[in-house]
């Protein structure tokens, strides 16, 4: 069974960090490219951060850059979202992604709340 479960949420200060992870279970988490989305009230999901396989290259949005870093621990099947600087506009549910061609699998969401 297909798990991807996130935590580390929450309400924060702006100008705060959170660190989000999401351990993940039944499927080959090497093979996966890992990604971050979010999504705000009333938005659409945007991309945020993703992070490739072996090499682990990574991207970012142009909202996070310079802010939050993403990275993978694979002996724990394990992805990271370090944010710093946080703002008020990066408030949303932030969701876990992984995938393979044309397989994708997702975690349920946890919310942050940058809130003074």
């Known amino acids: 069974q297909v798990q991807l479960v996130e935590s580390g949420g929450g309400l924060v200060q702006p100008g705060g960090s959170l660190r989000l992870s999401c351990a993940t279970s039944g499927f080959t988490f090497s093979s996966y490219a890992m990604r971050w989305y979010r999504q705000a009230p009333g938005k659409e999901r945007e991309l945020v951060a993703g992070?490739?396989?072996?090499?682990?290259?990574?991207t970012y949005a142009d909202f996070v850059k310079g802010r939050f870093t993403i990275s993978r621990d694979n002996a724990k099947s394990t992805v990271y979202l370090q944010m710093n600087r946080l703002e008020p506009e990066d408030t949303a549910v932030y969701y876990c992604?992984?995938?393979?061609?044309?397989?994708?699998?997702w975690g349920q969401g946890i919310q942050v709340t940058v809130s003074s």
């Open positions: 992604n992984a995938v393979r061609t044309l397989v994708r699998h």
């Open positions: 992070i490739g396989t072996i090499s682990g290259s990574t």
